[in-house]
């Protein structure tokens, strides 16, 4: 994942044939789905075996050896371990003790070094990647798979590397302060370099669907998965159902929800954005905490926000300009695209925002309506687009905006929901648990268009209901239903609007304002 590509850094041991290059601090991706990280481990059909001619010095592991160790998984739902100020908000991850070497001194590296990641306590590799040819195509955030020349210094040339390093800013009459020194040239056993060859941005990052649709043999991919789709949607809908208790109506809006994307942006307006507002969630029970740990199984990246004061006023939502290093700091909605974010406001608590946290609250709200974050340099802001699938559990109606609103009517509540959970993700083989996140990758991923005639067929049902009902029948209603009766379209494979999916969409905006107005009438104020 690029985080600041735009910002270009000296390479302190530059390859002179290669001319000028743009430096991209990257990520690993935040794959929170354990499965989908060993179906992309499974999918590699070869070794890459270290140069003969090369005999270190003394014995370093390998990076893949390091990957085989046991992993470390954070799934609590507790937020009262030491560091885990978010509860439940740590995501599933894969993490790895680090080498011996990262806990020496370095002259250019702390033993806390900051990877400038964007999700507090995340861990994970990081590197610096040297690219040479079409640097302007990098935007920020954009998912990139490179090949290249992988650089890793051992721990013994790290004095040597000083010294060419000091040489070579003598030369050049650096007068960088050594801050920026220290954060742009980390040591390459920390912050691995790779000077890229080849590279190409994905169109999505689930391993079980081939990265590009376009060729011939990839098209029979989607043709044979089409054979099988309705009946993976059918079990979808069933797993979600039970997911939110019993309420097959939600379990829709989430499938609507998950499937939802930016396809098109009209000036300001981002069109395809579907952020969902699950109202009525059970604060006992850690309700919304049981839930991401269902989802998170379902998409390749995602990640939990706990909404307390404590995270509102103390985390940095919004990447910012730090002119003492030179670089930009990454804040947690720098995230990629598709991510789903689930934002817990059950937790929320009475207390005060400071100053940052309405910040933090206006930068939520950006994102959900504008799918937008304005990064912070200082004496200016700048926009950068986004496309972020938000989710928001609520008990009331949530305090942030949304493009729908479910009040969740759950049919039961277990007394273990740990437990309950536990069952649900055991029951779902793992063969249907694929088809579920190829399902959500592919209707994703299809086109889309609606017919002349039935473009007329919608405008004119659209004036007879706003002359039955002009009161509660406005233009904000008639874009939810197309939305909804695009997304209704897709996830039934379909790629232009009929006559049947317009009527359903309609059927679910029905059934869906009628519970939040009777749920308005039993409660005695607006929801």
């Known amino acids: 994942e690029v985080m600041s590509p735009k910002e270009l850094q000296k390479d302190l041991n530059p390859l002179p044939w290669f001319g000028s290059q743009l430096t991209a601090l990257t990520i690993r991706l935040l794959l929170h789905s354990l499965n989908l990280l060993h179906a992309y481990a499974s999918s590699s059909q070869t070794r890459v075996c270290p140069s003969t001619s090369y005999a270190p010095s003394r014995h370093k592991r390998s990076y893949e050896d390091m990957e085989r160790q046991p992993s470390k998984q954070k799934v609590p739902c507790s937020g009262d371990a030491d560091g885990d100020s978010l509860g439940c908000g740590e995501p599933k991850r894969l993490e790895t003790e680090g080498p011996a070497g990262q806990q020496l001194m370095s002259p250019n590296c702390s033993p806390s070094f900051d990877l400038n990641f964007p999700l507090p306590g995340e861990r994970g590799p990081a590197c610096l990647v040297k690219v040479y040819e079409n640097r302007d195509s990098l935007k920020v955030n954009d998912v990139v798979e490179v090949y290249g020349v992988l650089s890793v210094d051992s721990m013994s040339s790290v004095t040597e590397e000083r010294d060419s390093t000091s040489l070579f800013l003598d030369a050049m009459d650096c007068a960088d302060p050594v801050e920026e020194q220290r954060v742009h040239s980390p040591p390459a056993y920390l912050v691995p370099r790779i000077h890229v060859l080849l590279m190409h941005k994905l169109q999505h990052i689930n391993p079980l669907i081939p990265i590009s649709l376009q060729e011939e043999e990839k098209k029979l991919f989607v043709s044979s998965f089409m054979l099988e789709l309705s009946s993976v949607r059918a079990e979808l809908l069933g797993f979600l159902t039970h997911a939110l208790l019993g309420d097959s109506l939600a379990a829709e809006y989430l499938i609507l929800h998950l499937i939802s994307t930016v396809y098109a942006r009209r000036d300001v307006l981002p069109l395809g954005k579907f952020s969902l507002n699950l109202s009525g969630c059970p604060r006992s029970s850690q309700f919304p905490c049981h839930l991401y740990r269902i989802l998170q199984q379902l998409v390749p990246s995602s990640y939990n926000l706990q909404m307390t004061i404590q995270n509102m006023n103390t985390l940095g939502f919004v990447p910012h300009k730090d002119y003492t290093s030179n670089r930009l700091v990454s804040g947690v909605l720098q995230l990629a695209n598709n991510t789903l974010l689930l934002i817990d ?93 190829v399902y959500l990758t592919l209707v994703r991923l299809l086109d889309y268009s609606i017919s002349d005639e039935v473009t007329k067929a919608v405008e004119e049902d659209f004036v007879e209901m706003r002359k039955s009902d002009p009161q509660s029948i406005t233009a904000d209603d008639l874009h939810r239903m197309l939305v909804v009766a695009r997304l209704l379209s897709l996830s039934a494979g379909q790629t232009t609007l009929s006559r049947e999916r317009w009527l359903r969409a309609k059927q679910l905006e029905y059934l869906r304002k009628a519970r939040l107005q009777q749920q308005q009438y039993v409660n005695g104020h607006e929801l």
């Open 345 to 437: 406001e059950t937790v929320l608590e009475q207390g005060q925002l400071d100053t940052a946290g309405v910040h933090n609250v206006t930068a939520l709200g950006n994102v959900i309506t504008w799918q937008k974050v304005d990064y912070d340099f200082s004496y200016h802001r700048m926009e950068f687009p986004c496309n972020i699938n938000v989710l928001v559990a609520s008990e009331g109606r949530s305090l942030l905006p949304s493009d729908c609103q479910v009040h969740l009517q759950s049919e039961m509540l277990p007394p273990n929901m740990e437990e309950y959970v536990g069952n649900l993700l055991t029951a779902v083989v793992p063969s249907l648990l694929n088809k579920f996140r």
